[in-house]
């Protein structure tokens, strides 16, 4: 089979793949499929990310894998579309990201249709969305707002659209400890019991704000949470989001190896004011400015790592787009700042951090924007000094403790072909 026509209407990703598979089977003598819809330009709101991204998998911003001719499907594999089409699919995508009626249809009819409740998480698995597709980066939708528009609740109160902005600090948690903790303290809030809550508490707290609580007139962490969730209708989302990324976990963490308490797990996903506030550099008293890639925490010897593998033009200058790649599963390249000599006391700290018991930990996000949301780090946990070689910047390998996931190893291993 080298030609497949689509003839039947589906919203339905897993029937989409089956009915493509027929033509996808290998033979002797075959050498591309040719695929004919004649379905989505039937109607206007045909579903086409849905289809897509059952081709391509979650995490790139479908608009731009069009625009750029795919370039993360898996090695060996091409999609190519005619320019015609390209531009129709790309004007669909741009109209129906917009559009808030489509969704809102869902909403109303989505009982009926499946027989289950109507929440977050069967919402998601039903229509196979993400937590980044469900939500806008401007904070202008919810479930909640879905359900007054869809006429199945009368209530006039809502908050500002910077709220549900915030959501997105959650969407990429998927630390089991981390989830059940905020859970339960969001379910009943209560004084941390030890050192460990009390750092989780604090990055719950920075997942909403970036100053301390006394420069926005809070008491304590306590009534700043309590401040952002002060609407029931807001808490029980938010609540609704940390449950559906509790029934998504796919990562199983490891435990890190600080001698000093810290939350993080590793192979886990945080974002930046999370991470500072795991390691109590953000927390009641104080939140210091932090826009650097590397961080020393010198009342813990430790020195972190904020690693961007793919840099575009855009988003860094020429003196920062350093060469930071994996070499295998525990061997990382990664250089230092621009102007950085081996002789400096920091690069002499990395240098000797095995006699001086110094730690090392690296995190590491494949591009700096995941969509229009910006992307959290995975925690790849501590390594040690192998060799350095250079100046302004100075080149390092380092050697993992823990292996790189394999998942995150391909990207991390094509950073410097790219």
């Known amino acids: 089979v080298n030609t497949i026509l689509f003839l039947r209407p589906t919203q339905s990703p897993t029937i989409f793949l089956q009915q493509l598979g027929r033509g996808l089977r290998l033979s002797p003598g075959k050498d591309c499929l040719t695929v004919l819809d004649f379905i989505g330009q039937a109607n206007r709101h045909y579903n086409y990310e849905a289809k897509f991204k059952a081709l391509t998998g979650p995490g790139h911003a479908l608009p731009y894998e069009i625009r750029d001719g795919f370039p993360h499907l898996p090695a060996a594999c091409y999609l190519e579309l005619e320019p015609v089409a390209k531009k129709y699919i790309l004007?669909?995508?741009?109209?129906?990201?917009?559009?808030?009626?489509?969704?809102?249809?869902?909403?109303?009819?989505?009982?009926?249709?499946?027989?289950l409740e109507l929440n977050l998480s069967n919402f998601l698995k039903v229509y196979d969305m993400s937590l980044y597709d469900f939500y806008h980066a401007s904070g202008s939708r919810s479930l909640f707002r879905l359900k007054k528009w869809a006429g199945l609740i009368t209530d006039d109160r809502d908050v500002e659209n910077q709220v549900y902005q915030k959501f997105s600090s959650?969407?990429?948690?998927?630390?089991?400890?981390?989830?059940?903790?905020?859970?339960?303290?969001?379910?009943?809030?209560?004084?941390?019991?030890?050192?460990?809550?009390?750092?989780?508490?604090?990055?719950?707290?920075?997942?909403?704000?970036?100053?301390?609580?006394?420069?926005?007139?809070?008491?304590?962490?306590?009534?700043?949470?309590?401040?952002?969730?002060?609407?029931?209708?807001?808490?029980?989302?938010?609540?609704?989001?940390?449950?559906?990324?509790?029934?998504?976990?796919?990562?199983?963490?490891?435990?890190?190896?600080?001698?000093?308490?810290?939350?993080?797990?590793?192979?886990?996903?945080?974002?930046?004011?999370?991470?500072?506030?795991?390691?109590?550099?953000?927390?009641?008293?104080?939140?210091?400015?932090?826009?650097?890639?590397?961080?020393?925490?010198?009342?813990?010897k430790t020195d972190i790592f904020l690693?961007?593998?793919?840099?575009s033009e855009k988003d860094f200058s020429p003196s920062t787009m350093y060469e930071d790649y994996a070499i295998n599963a525990q061997l990382f390249h990664w250089q230092s700042q621009s102007q950085d000599r081996p002789a400096s006391p920091k690069i002499q700290r990395y240098i000797h951090q095995g006699e001086t018991g110094n730690l090392i930990s690296l995190f590491v996000r494949e591009f700096k924007k995941q969509g229009n949301y910006t992307a959290a780090y995975t925690f790849l946990g501590n390594a040690d000094y192998v060799s350095s070689a250079g100046e302004r910047p100075v080149s390092f390998v380092w050697h993992l403790h823990q292996a790189i996931p394999a998942s995150l190893l391909a990207k991390a291993n094509k950073a410097i072909a790219l």
Not at 91 to 115: H, I, M, P, W, Y
Not at 307 to 311: A, D, G, Q, T, V
Request: glycine residues 4%.
């Open 91 to 115: 004007a669909n995508l741009g109209q129906n990201a917009a559009n808030k009626n489509g969704l809102t249809q869902r909403v109303k009819t989505f009982s009926e249709d499946t027989g």
């Open 307 to 311: 690693i961007n593998l793919n840099k």
């Open 170 to 300: 959650f969407f990429h948690i998927d630390s089991k400890r981390l989830l059940d903790y905020w859970l339960a303290y969001l379910k009943t809030p209560k004084e941390a019991s030890n050192e460990t809550e009390r750092l989780m508490l604090g990055m719950l707290y920075y997942s909403f704000y970036k100053k301390k609580p006394a420069q926005l007139g809070f008491k304590d962490l306590h009534e700043g949470i309590r401040d952002f969730l002060k609407e029931d209708f807001v808490k029980e989302e938010l609540m609704e989001v940390l449950r559906y990324r509790l029934s998504q976990l796919t990562v199983l963490p490891e435990a890190n190896e600080y001698p000093f308490t810290c939350p993080l797990e590793v192979h886990c996903h945080y974002n930046v004011n999370q991470i500072m506030a795991a390691f109590d550099y953000f927390n009641q008293d104080q939140s210091p400015e932090f826009r650097e890639g590397v961080k020393y925490f010198a009342d813990k």
